[in-house]
């Protein structure tokens, strides 16, 4: 990691950091959430909706806090996104009634996949790119990734231990559940702390800021068409990992094999932390192919990892496959995101990272809908994993055809 620890300020590594405590949460939450809304006693369809509420009022307001953020200020805009993360953990700790949990879900933070949720990767993000510089940005990215798929990959084991050791020790399976909540409230608070430890190098250094007659609400100008049809595509992308976020997931394995709440954790655990070392090699094969080579050719055979998931007859191989396809899986993540501030003015970047973010929020928030009840209905309770993987091959299909040859300003240099 030299290369990438000699790249990073102090604030570079407090992102890092908040990086680490906030996926954490988000993974000691994803294993227990649609575990605890279906023993307070909700159906497949309430459970689906109120899934697609929380990912479409996250969505809504991250997208106005990321695309005003490099001009609010970047840490107001991070301590904000902490805040709502708070609420939405207390809520759900504090009652079970559905109209509630709805309103909370809408206006709070919360992620039942295990994955981003909120304003601060696009902002994180465009701070990082501003603090590294393009020659190490994707690998900067790719330890970033890392970092996170760890964090929720800890996450997720601690939250399945505990909710376990809970259980064991005579209280109910909504209780136990809702233990775990109270810790994700919690993060919530230690982020807000950290968030104001950064230092004024992470907003938006006043040279780089451009009065174009023509920008928009989305906070672009110059790269607003191309942003437009990547978030088109990320969407594409997102739609089809909604049907199989990590809540989902362990619910399929709870019902299809009978697994407890450790063990869940404990395959998570395995999942995101295959999935966080794959992310390493993106560096290196970005430096060699390219970052749209990269991102759809270490995408494709995953997928097709995916759709076999549940063609799998006993437990072993299932989570085999499952445990194959996400050592794989997420080479393309660093490249996405690297791709995307590379080809964006400085800034823009924040707002770029928003509505593309945003529109994998939007993608998401609506497949609940669709996938809570296949995963509660038996006989089709595997077809989620088929559907979404068959979904990113068309992503991965289209995204090379679009935009292979739109290379990023180090690739075109290095090229000439």
Do not use: C
Not at 108 to 130: C, K
Not at 209 to 236: K, M, N, W, Y
Not at 359 to 365: D, E, P, Q, Y
Not at 374 to 388: D, H, K, N, R
């Amino acid at each position: 990691m030299s290369p990438v620890s000699a790249a990073l300020t102090s604030d570079g590594w407090l992102l890092f950091a908040t990086r680490a405590l906030r996926m954490f949460g988000y993974g000691f939450l994803a294993v227990v959430l649609v575990l605890y809304l279906t023993a307070v006693g909700f159906s497949g369809g309430e459970v689906g909706l109120l899934l697609s509420l929380t990912l479409l009022g996250d969505a809504a307001i991250s997208l106005w806090l990321t695309t005003h953020a490099d001009r609010l200020g970047r840490r107001r805009v991070l301590i904000a996104g902490a805040g709502l993360m708070l609420v939405a953990g207390l809520a759900f700790v504090a009652t079970p009634v559905y109209a509630v949990l709805v309103v909370a879900a809408t206006i709070g933070v919360i992620s039942p996949s295990g994955n981003e949720v909120g304003p601060f990767l696009a902002v994180e993000q465009a701070s990082l790119t501003q603090l590294v510089g393009a020659r190490r940005r994707t690998s900067v990215f790719a330890w970033y990734q890392l970092t996170g798929s760890f964090a929720t990959a800890t996450g997720a084991l601690a939250a399945g231990l505990f909710a376990q050791v809970a259980i064991d020790r005579g209280a109910s399976p909504a209780e136990a559940y809702r233990l775990v909540i109270v810790g994700y409230a919690l993060v919530g608070i230690a982020l807000a702390l950290l968030f104001t430890r950064l230092s004024d190098r992470v907003e938006v250094p006043p040279r780089e800021v451009t009065d174009e007659p023509i920008r928009t609400r989305l906070g672009l100008h110059r790269s607003q068409g191309v942003v437009l049809r990547l978030a088109a595509l990320f969407a594409l992308d997102a739609f089809a990992g909604g049907f199989v976020i990590q809540s989902f997931i362990a619910f399929w394995f709870q019902e299809r094999f009978a697994v407890d709440p450790a063990a869940l954790g404990a395959l998570l655990f395995g999942a995101n932390l295959l999935a966080g070392f794959s992310a390493l090699a993106a560096g290196p094969l970005a430096a060699r192919f390219g970052l749209i080579r990269t991102m759809v050719f270490t995408h494709l055979p995953s997928n097709v990892l995916l759709m076999l998931v549940p063609f799998m007859p006993t437990l072993p191989l299932a989570a085999g496959v499952l445990l194959t396809r996400f050592s794989i899986s997420q080479m393309d993540v660093p490249t996405r995101q690297s791709y995307t501030m590379a080809i964006v003015e400085p800034d823009e970047r924040s707002a770029a990272a928003g509505v593309t973010g945003i529109a994998r929020s939007l993608g998401v928030a609506a497949s609940p809908l669709f996938a809570g009840p296949l995963f509660i209905t038996a006989a089709v309770a595997g077809s989620p994993f088929v559907i979404a993987g068959g979904l990113k091959i068309l992503y991965d299909v289209l995204l090379y055809r679009r935009f292979v040859a739109l290379r990023p300003p180090e690739e075109r240099t290095a090229a000439g």
